[in-house]
């Protein structure tokens, strides 16, 4: 099991992954589904609940 690394604003980073916080009023309209074959857009379709915010990959961390 991976080790949550707290970072500033509530954003985590597991591994070399970061992510986002959100409030549930406050998720990005493509929440929810991986693919819309009518629009041909991308959705978010992955993430976790922690602590009350539900996390959003944001970006890759850099490793040095």
Sequence with gaps: MQSIKHLKKDYVQLG???YKPYKVCDLPNSFGFNYDEETEKE????WFNYKGYTYILDSVA???
């Design 62 to 64: 850099k490793i040095k």
């Design 16 to 18: 070399n992954l970061i």
């Design 43 to 46: 959705g978010i379709g992955e």
